[in-house]
């Protein structure tokens, strides 16, 4: 039971990491890919860019959440 806890932990760490907003993101984006992949809409180099800009658009905002003054 002891390993399928330290196994889980493993997985927990490494996919979500120290920010669950950018995991979110890549899944959400991988969402979108497949979607748009099963309906046809864009090609292999259509792809290509729309998923590199989901993810450059899904870290933007993160950082832009994250370096936000907080309110007190």
Not at 2 to 7: C, N, P, Y
């Amino acid at each position: 039971m002891r390993f399928l806890k330290a196994f889980g932990q493993f997985w927990y760490d490494f996919i979500i990491g120290d920010d669950w907003k950018i995991a979110v993101a890549v899944v959400l984006s991988l969402v979108v890919l497949f979607a748009a992949m099963t309906a046809g809409v864009f090609g292999d180099t259509g792809l290509t860019l729309l998923g590199g800009a989901l993810i450059v658009v899904a870290f933007s905002i993160s950082l832009a959440i994250d370096v936000r003054p907080k309110k007190r």
